[in-house]
């Protein structure tokens, strides 16, 4: 039987992904900053293990508890919205601690044991926001492309080892806490400067003016395709309106 550990259960796309692997039959290790075994099943196949991705020593210790696993989920992510000019530059370094560098330690941490094994996948979730030309998101898709140039040359040295490494590209949802979170709960007029308010409201529209968005299934689905497929395809979108954008570039 095998097993997974995801990052960032805690809700969302993280935490239907963690459920789609366990009723797939796998052992699931379900981490967070903030352990919530009660909402979620009762199993021996289904852990909850603390973890926050930015600390060294936690992430140590989450895969001293896990043990052995066949494959990484990189999916725990701080979320970010605004004009740049904006944006204090503590929360853009926020935010690539967790986006970026969150995500290479994880995938240092287990590199051992994969290329020891002979096998193993990374599957690294960013975002549709890599795949077109959107404003609002700078330090956001700045953090999420890090990732996937990361993971393009990072395929290229583990496939000798027979260890994968995949990107999955979620689109917008509409069920996630992502806006409330992308601004501290605060509204995004509060956070825009006065000369951007006009430029923002219009951006804001027309980024919900689609009728097409992406759930939570379609993500824990293609993460789990990203995990199986062995074609040496390396990027995986995640919804219809990541599918959409992916077509038109």
Not at 61 to 73: K, M, N, Q, S
Request: charge should be negative; hydrophobic fraction near 45%.
């Amino acid at each position: 039987m095998k097993t997974v550990l995801i990052t960032g259960t805690s809700s969302g796309y993280g935490r239907e992904t963690a459920l789609h692997f366990h009723s797939q039959g796998w052992n699931v290790i379900a981490t967070m900053r903030t352990p919530r075994p009660g909402d979620f099943p009762e199993s021996d196949r289904f852990r909850v293990v603390a973890l926050d991705v930015t600390e060294p020593e936690s992430i140590a210790a989450a895969f001293e508890t896990a043990g052995p696993i066949d494959a990484l989920v990189n999916n725990a992510g701080i979320p970010s919205m605004g004009v740049f000019e904006g944006t204090p530059m503590a929360r853009v370094r926020e935010v690539f601690e967790t986006n970026t560098f969150g995500v290479m330690a994880m995938t240092q941490a287990v590199l051992p044991q994969f290329r020891e094994r002979g096998s193993g996948v990374v599957v690294n979730v960013t975002s549709s926001v890599v795949l077109g030309h959107m404003p609002l998101t700078a330090v956001y898709k700045a953090s999420k492309m890090a990732i996937e140039g990361f993971t393009s040359s990072l395929a290229l040295e583990l496939a000798p080892f027979g260890v994968r490494a995949k990107t999955v590209q979620p689109g917008a949802c509409l069920t996630t806490n992502f806006a409330a979170r992308a601004t501290n709960g605060a509204s995004l007029e509060e956070l825009v400067p006065a000369p951007y308010a006009e430029f923002t409201k219009k951006a804001m529209g027309s980024a919900m003016s689609g009728d097409v968005f992406t759930k939570e299934s379609d993500v824990a689905e293609t993460v789990w395709r990203a995990v199986y497929d062995t074609t040496g395809r390396l990027r995986f979108p995640a919804g219809p309106d990541a599918v959409a954008l992916d077509q038109a570039k």
